[in-house]
C-alpha cells in the first residue's frame, strides 16, 4: 500500500466514512472517537509532511494546507453552541465560523443541524447516522453565500 493510499484510507476513517464502501461508519466504531479522531489526522499531517520533506512530488500537498482544526473531533461545550448559533444568526459564513472556531465546514454545518438553525444538506452525514435531507438547505446557503 502506498503513501496516498494510507493517507486516504485515514482520511476516510477521520470522517466517519468506511473507505472501502463509502458508508458512513457506525457510531460504536473506534474510528468515532474523537481521541481516535484525532490520532487519524496528526497521523495524516506526518505522513503528508514527511512526504513534502522528502521532496517526492506526491500530490497530498504539504502539511500547512492539510494541517487539521485545532478543535477537530473534540466535543462542542455550550459555549461553542452559543457562539456558532450567534455567528450564524448574524449571517457569518460556514467557511468564516469554521475558521474562527478551529473546526471544518462540514463540523459547523453538522453541528448547525444538531442546533436547529438548518436542515441537513442531502450530502451531509451525520456521524452514525443515514445520509438525510432535501437538499433546501444546500440551495440556501449556497444563495447566501454561506458555504
Sequence with gaps: MDRSSVIHHLRAWAEGIDPASGEAL??????QRADTIRTLYTAIVLLESDAARAGSGSETGTAAHTAHPRNAGRPWPAEDDLALAKGFDAGTTVAALAAAMGRTRGAITARLVRLGRIEAPESLRLRGQPVTGTGE???RESSAGRS
Design 26 to 31: 457506525p457510531a460504536e466504531h473506534p474510528a
Design 137 to 139: 438547505t444546500a440551495e
